[in-house]
């Protein structure tokens, strides 16, 4: 058998193998802090829980093994897991990230880590003169998300890392939109990859959690030691369902995709709509990029109504009754969600405005549901 798995068998049996104890085939629940010793020192590989879990280990093994990478590591949330990438780095370090992001990632980035000393600079990365024009000694870490949320802007991630090989400068790619059915970035030279894994990886919008995964094994230790130093890290129940939850990817992931291309359409084609942001229109600046980069469009998309005005956007959503008004994404069902006051209020009107995310915009995740029966929810909710 080949070493390396198809994407479609890693995620079910990928770091996997029948428990050692009894040969179940799903990993436990181990739901224990600690593990015995016969003398200080000597046990079965596990002491302490925040530094090691068996139900964890094998979630993380599942992440490295679905990502092309060498180690995985799981956090308690997404947003654990960017903090674990930001404190590899010291005061006075810069980072250059993208302008469109999680309005949670930029309040970690300026109400948190700007407070220790870390300077970032915000651009539009499509654009890698810019890119380049903020570059300097002091920089140590490009963050890029691709599709960003919620403006589903891509980002070309090989051009990215192409542009800092030669210089002491990770390169870390936030891929919960896309998932890692869509785009593995560590093949595409990527340092690190972070997924808020409480999205499509879990997949049922019941577990909060977030993964790193890197190839360089110094890389990997000192992940590891931050993982164990400041304890972010998640509890075995949580790995137990985000490992379920994985096995389906792929299944889950096509059928997001189908559903979202055919609402994109239907949505461009509505007489009162006025834009659709989705990257598998031609008409998307970033499509080349995307259809280059990714095996499909993913399950997400925003739309602002004709005229951009809020009250009617506003209208849409309290009329929708398949897809439920709330924050998050990725899960089997759909959801709505209105940007600016709910998962991007954090980032300042001026700045969010800048990027697109106006008072009209409407973000959708698609859900696995009967496509018909989405359509007809918006129609009737578009009026
Ligand atoms: O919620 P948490 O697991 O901590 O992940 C944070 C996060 C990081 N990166 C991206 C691209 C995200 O979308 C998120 C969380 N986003 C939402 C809750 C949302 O509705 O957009």
Redesign the pocket.
Known sequence: MKDKLHFNTATIHGGQKPDEAYGAVMPPIYQTSTYAQTTPGEHKGFEYSRTHNPTRQALEKSLASIESGAFGFAFG????A?DAVLKLLKPGDEIISTDD??G??YRIFKKIFEGFGLKFHFVPMHDTELISSCINKKTKLIWL?TPT?PMMNVIDIQAVTQLVKDKEILVAV?N??ASSYIQQPLTMGADIVMH????YLAGHSDV???ALIVNSSILAERIGFIQNASGAICGPMDSFLTLRGIKTLHVRMQRHCENAAMIANFLKDHSKIEKVYWPGFKSHPNHLVAKAQMKDYGGMLSFVTKGADYHAAIKIIERLKLFTLA???GGVESLA?HPASM?HASIPKDIREKSGVVDALIRLSIGIEDVRDLISDLDQAIG
């Open positions: 949330s997404g947003l654990a960017m992001l999680y949670g990632s998300e949320n936030d919960t939109f808020s894994a409480t999205k909060i959690l977030g924050e998050s994404l969600g998962t």
